[in-house]
């Protein structure tokens, strides 16, 4: 990787960190999530790269993580399952299903699917408007993306 592709790539996962972080904190919300899925080395399985905020937006890490998709193509079910596999100290996470997860799919200008964006409540205070409070956030989310799979290359 080049210098400016290494730089632009650090940028473009400091923006991610910071995106799911701003989500968790504006919504109110214990976790906030952007991923990609891409594919790997040993099909079928893929490569999920995920951005989770924790904590109302207070701490964010990236985990990278190979799976096979239940459904072939991943989903917010894979999203929660990756979930509670990458950060099992997060016991809020254990016994949570389908409906604490809110996402929608990012799309790139292309209308290729480049990942998720959500949010996890296990309070269940959010996940009626979550998809509305999510929207205005998704060309940016997505071109951010975009950005960050381009400069991983």
Partial sequence: MNVAREQEHESATANLRRLVS???????????????PRPSLA????RMSLWLARDYGLRSQLAEVDFVPASGVPSHLDVLSILRGSWPDEVDLAGLDHSHVVSLLLLARSGEVVGHMGIVDPEGRRVRSGAELLR????????????W?????
């Fill in 22 to 36: 701003f989500l968790a904190s504006a919504l109110d919300v214990r976790y906030a999530f952007v991923s990609t």
């Fill in 43 to 46: 099909a079928p399985q893929v």
């Fill in 136 to 147: 205005p956030l998704a060309k940016r989310a997505a071109a951010e993306l975009e950005r």
């Fill in 149 to 153: 799979v381009a400069n991983r290359r």
